[in-house]
């Protein structure tokens, strides 16, 4: 078994990896721009229709996202009173329909699902068509050097779905009720997603409440550190990092201002500025995304100490045996702790200290 790279660091220097990425001069005015783009949208949940993409068949509801694309989802309702709302994300490789990924995530007592597909995959493809059959993948849709005066919103395709998480979260509490907490799950991909939204979601929560994240649970989030890992990464790399390597190289002399846009959009620069509980799981080793990445994200986060957890699994993307595949499974089951409007994140944590790091049972607490 050939492991995954560790970059020269052990487990240790791993975890504890922090990004030296630095803000552009650009920051400050695309994204007062990029909130300004979204101000006005008041999307609404609607059942699926005849003209609506008909590529997954279990979707139920679709919204309307940034520009012209409508964005599909699932919805399963609790039994008894509604009284939170979970945000379901997926990755990105051919990700399962939206029942499957209902169905696999275990969920707490009173808690709606909103299974969402990013545009461009199965389900959300009206107006936008296939994004993942590009030959670079869909990472690269719409990847390209910033505006100079930093003034206009990117079409970059990672820049919609963020918008359209955020819009998804407003048609939510529109439909189901305006006080409801609202959580956001997502693995590596979704994860990714969910750190940047939530820190968007905290600048806008003055004008905005109503897309406010109240917790967030990910998994090996990716689209953090870029430039740290572009510098270490493949070209023939697996996933989205080796489909934006190799588009830099083929970019020549403009990868530079493209990294740039990556900058803007890199999740370790945006997780100083989410301020909810947090659950993060960490992977030692992974081929897909680069274990230290996944760490500097997670050591960003604003979140207050006791109110964020790191949960340590030896491998991410990389079939790492059973007992690896246990801590995932047990990863699952502290989520759906961690995302119980009835329990408070705090007391969540402090219960599950003790298999953090290792093991496979449940704390005995729990047992």
């Not at 509604?82 to 990700?95: E, N």
């Not at 329909?97 to 696999?104: C, D, T, V, Y």
């Not at 993307?317 to 329990?343: Q, T, Y």
Request: glycine share 10%.
């Amino acid at each position: 078994m050939i492991e995954p790279d560790d970059f020269g660091l052990d487990w240790v220097q791993t975890l504890a990896h922090v990004s030296e990425a630095c803000r552009c001069r650009l920051h400050g005015a695309f994204w007062q721009q990029w909130h300004k783009s979204i101000e006005d949208h008041e999307p609404k949940l609607e059942l699926i229709s005849p003209d609506d993409d008909p590529s997954d068949p279990t979707a139920t509801h679709t919204y309307a996202g940034v520009g012209s694309c409508r964005i599909g989802c699932r919805i399963q309702l609790p039994e008894g009173k509604v009284r939170a709302v979970l945000m379901l994300l997926h990755g990105y490789d051919d990700p399962p329909k939206l029942a499957e990924s209902i169905a696999k995530t275990p969920v707490a007592p009173g808690v709606a699902v909103i299974a969402i597909r990013v545009r461009g995959y199965a389900g959300s493809r009206a107006g936008v068509g296939n994004l993942s059959a590009s030959e670079l993948g869909w990472i690269t849709t719409g990847l390209e050097r910033p505006p100079e005066d930093g003034k206009h919103v990117s079409e970059w395709c990672v820049s919609h779905a963020i918008a359209d998480l955020l819009l998804g979260i407003r048609a939510a509490r529109r439909l189901l009720g305006m006080e409801l907490p609202v959580y956001v799950r997502g693995e590596s991909f979704g994860g990714g997603l969910a750190v940047v939204a939530a820190a968007r979601s905290c600048a806008m929560t003055c004008s905005h409440p109503e897309q406010r994240i109240d917790r967030i649970a990910v998994g090996l989030p990716t689209l953090g550190d870029w430039r740290w890992r572009l510098e270490r990464q493949h070209p023939r790399s697996l996933g989205a990092g080796g489909q934006v390597k190799r588009f830099l190289m083929a970019s020549g002399e403009a990868s530079e201002e493209i990294t740039r846009l990556l900058d803007l959009f890199d999740a370790a620069l945006h997780a100083e500025h989410v301020d909810c509980p947090a659950l993060v799981k960490l992977a030692v080793r992974d081929e897909i995304v680069p274990a230290p990445t996944q760490a500097s994200v997670y050591n960003a986060l604003g979140t207050p100490p006791g109110l964020k957890g790191r949960f340590v699994t030896r491998y991410g993307h990389f079939d790492g045996g059973l007992n690896d595949l246990r801590r995932h499974a047990l990863f699952e089951k502290m989520s759906a702790d961690f995302l119980n409007p009835a329990r408070e994140p705090m007391d969540v944590l402090a219960q599950w200290e003790p298999v953090m790091t290792s093991g496979v049972r449940l704390p005995e607490a729990m047992a």
